[in-house]
């Protein structure tokens, strides 16, 4: 492969090994290294590395998984120790369990509104902004920065903003007369708040995965559509909505698995308070494995929240693939 | 000049023009006014509320500590406190702190964007047995949540004896099965005929993977590259949960320490946060650079 890629810029004429000036070594590093490279490794080498990797997906994910299940009818205390058989009593004692059924909800809820918010949100964009210009170039750029900007630091910035005291929101909505509410430390409004702060991170992505999506229908189909007469109702519902449908469930399932996989928030937004407000059941799940380590029940936990988002990661995968097929 | 052409003619025939009264015909001028108005005012809007919070974090950066409280949007009258960058460095350890991060989300994202294209070669291109095992190991992984691996990876990191040590923040990230699908999928949407040609002037796998698999997946290899920067940069749990040593506390968790500790102390955090945002954004423009479309069109 080398001397069809190898330019002898002094002579401007390509090299090849019969006719080559420097045999032994050539001139730059890299070209020494595909060498030596083309030499060592055949297709047997990258599929010994495809086996290697693929041991270490399996070793990080599968076995853990398979060990949770198992570890789910122990009731372990230690790490690395099983500890004895209870078979059920976990599943049993979590049936029972409120404060991880509470956690859940506020998880779906927390769930549900980033989704619904960031679909909203990101699908008025889309359509706002679905005509190319320099302007909704710009425009673009700025709703994809929050996505940029680290879990960490979003929660930290919007505890300051958020702040009863001295915060920006408070001050920015005393005008509409919705001052003086203490958004983080209320719990009636700590969760919606939550929710609003993840919206503002996830809308950027469904805005440019449907704006990828509404740019690439045909303009004729719409032009059809509005020589006989329909407007721009007719438009979205029978036209771009059905064409959309698979970017949807794309941002959809996506966002659905961020948000419900999500930890950030919850600990550093409001630590889980006021009173266990905003405890999400992955914080929940911290909690009870790392801190009072009950890592059998905390695998139980895990089993059956994970075991929830299993389909929606298969379907969410299905749908990738197809939203793949139609780019390609 | 249409329009004030028609207008011309709508004063002519006062009646109807298509049909329409002129009356109803003004309101809905008037409505289609009025929505284009409010579009670019909600666009405005949401477009601050976007940004809005960078530009905040970045004043607040520079204020002092009472004008933090007193007028956050504002600067004070006592100027940019830059000092507050050497301040958050020192207090917050955080030259360790950004060494650990940077190390971490390189080796991480280098090492999974080359495990990722070496192994989408191997499975899409190669016919081996265990082909099918090994795509299957990759597939089954795809569906596993992640907070189902917590405890158990965990215990694993432990049974190999490297909790609190620089390898356990990369270890579990090497492999990508997400950023090794992505490759895969952009492989089969590669033509073969070009492989081909170079194997027949004598190419060997190597030659295939170097010359042609690399530049044509180009694209969504530095998509996969800054996915995987930005997950690794913003990281939280993992981190938290492995190491305990002050020297191995990456940016995220750094930052969460000291909420609790300098908590009155906003610009400082400010600061910190302003220095944890610049590395994302610099690596996404230099990755994303010349990627006009957004990715999942390519």
Known sequence: MEHLYRFDYTRNAWLDSEHSTCRGLSARPWDLIDRCMSRLTGMWAFVAMAFVAATLAASFKLLPATAALIASAYDAHTVGRWGSFVGVQNYLELLRDEQFWHSVEVSLCYACGVVAGSLAIGMWLAAALRRKSALADILCVGFMLPILMPGVVAATVWRWL????????????????????????????????????????????????????????????????????????????HILLPLLRPAVALVVLTSLIQSMETFTPYLVLTGGGPAGATQGWTLDLYRTGFETLRLGYGSAMAVLVGGLLVPILALSWSYMRRQWAAAA | MNHARASNVRHVAPFAVNGRPRLMRQARDTLRVLSVITRWALLVALFGAAVGPYALMVVGSLQTGIGIQVHPGILSDAGAQWQNYREAWGQLQFGRMLLVSVLAATTITIAQTCSATVTAFALARARFAGRRLAMGAFLSSLLVPAPLTWLPAFAIIHALGLVDTYWSLVLPFVVGPTSTLLVFTYLGSIPRDLEDSAIVDGSGAWGLLRFVIVPLAAPMLRIVACLTFLFAWSELFWPLLVTQSSTLRTLPVGLTYFQGEIDTQWQLLMAGGVLTTIPPILVAGLLLRGLARPPLTR
């Open chain 1, 162 to 237: 958020l702040d009863p005291y001295f915060g920006e929101v408070d001050r920015l909505l005393r005008p509409v007369g919705l001052g003086g509410y203490a958004w983080l430390q209320d719990p009636h409004l700590a969760l919606g708040a939550l929710i609003a702060v993840g919206t503002w991170k996830e809308m950027g992505l469904a805005m440019a995965i449907l704006l990828a999506s509404l740019r690439r229908v045909p303009v004729e189909l719409e032009e059809a559509a509005t020589l006989d007469g329909g407007g721009a109702l007719v438009r979205w519902l």
